[in-house]
């Protein structure tokens, strides 16, 4: 069996996260899937402002508990630098995308898994992240390609219960 497959995670075990499963992108009329103990009105304000619908650059996802997008630049070292500073903001608000990168693009999916559903959090680190992707000289924003989300669904099965409380 090649070393791919193996990281591969099985069907069964998309059962413990059951909002990764069956997306179909982004339809017009979705609509979102905050999380428990969002203020869903301030909520709707950000989350506004970031769809591709309102003049941003998100899109929602199918079944409306994650936005997500692909940024894309000049060379895989400005994307590495970007991931990096993204990665660096969601240490300080100990909070993690789903995403996936090959060479000079990036997919990031936000979604907030405990509590399922999109929270003030996700909608922050979206917009720092177009700011961050300014700073480091984002090209023009292209959709995202299958492959890219298939990759970013696979890691999000693979890695588990990742936002459950540690016992």
Not at 57 to 75: C, P, Q, V, Y
Not at 120 to 144: R, W, Y
Request: hydrophobic share 35%; aromatic share 8%; glycine share 4%.
């Amino acid at each position: 069996m090649p070393a791919m497959a193996r990281l591969l995670p099985r069907p069964a075990q998309t059962r413990h996260l059951p909002h990764l499963v069956k997306r179909s992108y982004s339809s017009p009329t979705m609509q979102p899937h905050y999380s428990s103990g969002t203020d869903e009105a301030a909520a709707a304000t950000s989350l506004t402002a970031l769809l591709t619908s309102s003049g941003g650059s998100w899109t929602l996802s199918s079944n409306g508990s994650a936005i997500e997008r692909s940024f894309k630049f000049k060379t895989f070292a400005k994307t590495w630098d970007f991931m990096t500073a993204v990665s660096l903001q969601c240490k300080i608000k100990n909070h993690h995308p789903e995403w996936s990168n090959v060479y000079n693009s990036t997919f990031i999916r936000w979604t907030t898994h405990n509590p399922p559903g999109l929270s003030e959090k996700d909608l922050g680190l979206a917009a720092l992240c177009d700011t961050i992707a300014k700073d480091f000289g984002e090209l023009a924003p292209e959709p995202a390609s299958c492959e890219m989300r298939t990759m970013a669904d696979k890691a999000a099965v693979a890695a588990a219960d990742c936002c459950a409380p540690k016992k």
